[in-house]
DNA sequence: AGACTAACGTAATCAATGT
DNA sequence: ACATTGATTACGTTAGTCT
């Protein structure tokens, strides 16, 4: 039983972006940069795309998951106390964050819908969502993370349920 | 097969914007 | 002042690459 496949599949396959392979080059440059600061703002993170040739939005995970790697590295490597930075925020002033994305009622309609079909978008989707509503791909995933997180799943047998009861 | 790590998830929080 | 909601963070998980 269970053959070659899982016991169950959490995710379809192809939900996924394709993951993409840095070059050592790209490695490099990110890894320099990473040194002189760990929380990089948008301008920052854009050049870089640019010059890299890679996403910003992949740029900001890359940021994201080498923060966690240097952090774990740091503790589990031996009792360091100090010395190294501990989760020391920016020191530096901090750079600016990327514009607040203004999203328009027709849409947020767009994709209201879409989050009532399906809470996980897969890549796919995200990105014909983002055809149809012409913002960025992943101003719409970060869409539906807040959204998952602030409309929870509310056909779950849960308290009497007293979310906006619309008053007037 | 196991190490490494990009992609993605949640939870908490920061912050812009509108009332 | 406050509510709403987009953006960012820490941290854990999933899954593709490489040895």
Known sequence: MAPTG?????????????????????????????????????????????????????????????RTR??????????????????????????????????SPSETSILLQAFEKNRFPSIATREHLARLTGLPEPRIQVWFQNRRARHPDQSRSGPANAWVANPE
């Open 70 to 103: 240097q952090l774990r590295q740091s503790r589990s490597g031996s009792g360091n106390s100090q010395g190294e930075g501990p989760p020391r925020r920016h020191q530096q002033p901090p750079e600016g964050r990327r514009k607040r994305t203004s999203i």
């Open 6 to 66: 899982s016991p169950n599949s959490p995710l379809p396959p192809g939900s996924r972006r394709r993951r993409l392979v840095l070059t050592p080059a790209q490695k490099g440059a990110l890894h320099a940069w990473f040194q002189h600061n760990l929380y990089p703002g948008i301008a920052t993170r854009e050049r870089l795309a640019r010059e890299l040739h890679i996403p910003e939005s992949r740029i900001q995970v890359w940021f994201q998951n080498q």
